[in-house]
């Protein structure tokens, strides 16, 4: 059973560039959600996506957005890059039943804006 | 908007050492999960709490939950060097599934 898949592992971008992430969850579950962790910095939540809708965001503008497919996978888009973007985003899926389900991690795609 | 702290941010013991984190909610939690990141790597979930006054134990890790549901703290006994890590709490507050993470305390672990 394998766990939650993001891709790619590094990717270097410039700024004012667009950048997509991808995240496949845990078998079984149907909800992501999508974080940025800054280096030193706790996960901060970025938004849920669940019955391909979004359903929570966090306080991020609107150059971040994301999509959520039949599958369950997610996307994270990211437009005009900033270098303050830089940062490891992470993916957890977890499974809507009584919204207290644990989330379950993915490895994170580190992200540097040059 | 909502808030979690953790102390100590940072915590330097010998191997053998015991090793408290703490963390407090600007806001009533209606759960507390803790997770484990090692340098490098993800979060990886350690346990959730949810009833008010609530303690866990994991081996040599001990779990509590505030009465008011606002505060909680990891404990770890006879620190090893495997504990080496940065320790989050993360709080959700309302009925979805949205985490609020803390600060994170790094625990460095000498032999």
């Known amino acids: 059973d394998a766990g939650v898949t993001q891709s790619p592992t590094h990717l270097i971008k410039t700024r004012g560039q667009q950048v997509t992430l991808r995240c496949s969850p845990k078998?079984?579950?149907?909800?992501v959600s999508w974080y940025q962790q800054a280096l030193g910095q706790g996960p901060q939540f970025i938004f849920q996506?669940?019955?391909?809708?979004?359903?929570q965001r966090g306080n991020f503008p609107d150059r971040f957005s994301g999509h959520q497919f039949p599958n369950y996978s997610s996307e994270l888009n990211v437009n005009a890059l900033l270098l303050g973007d830089s940062a490891l985003y992470l993916c957890a899926s977890s499974s809507t039943g009584t919204g207290r389900e644990t989330q379950y991690f993915g490895p994170g795609t580190r992200l540097l804006v040059l | 908007g909502q808030q979690v702290m953790q102390i100590p941010q940072y915590q330097h013991v010998q191997e053998g050492e015991d090793f408290t984190t703490y963390c407090n909610s600007s806001?009533?939690?209606?759960?507390i999960q803790w997770y484990k990141q090692r340098p490098g790597g993800h979060p990886v979930f350690l346990i959730q709490?949810?009833?008010?006054?609530e303690v866990k134990k994991q081996k040599r890790l001990t779990f509590q939950f505030g009465e008011a549901k606002k505060n909680s703290s990891l404990h770890i006994t006879a620190t090893q060097t495997t504990d080496v890590g940065t320790y989050f709490c993360a709080g959700e507050g309302g009925a979805t599934n949205k985490l609020i993470f803390g600060t994170g305390t790094l625990l460095a672990v000498q032999p």
């Open positions: 996506y669940y019955e391909e809708e979004e359903r």
């Open positions: 806001t009533t939690l209606s759960n």
């Open positions: 709490l949810v009833k008010s006054g």
């Open positions: 078998s079984g579950h149907d909800t």
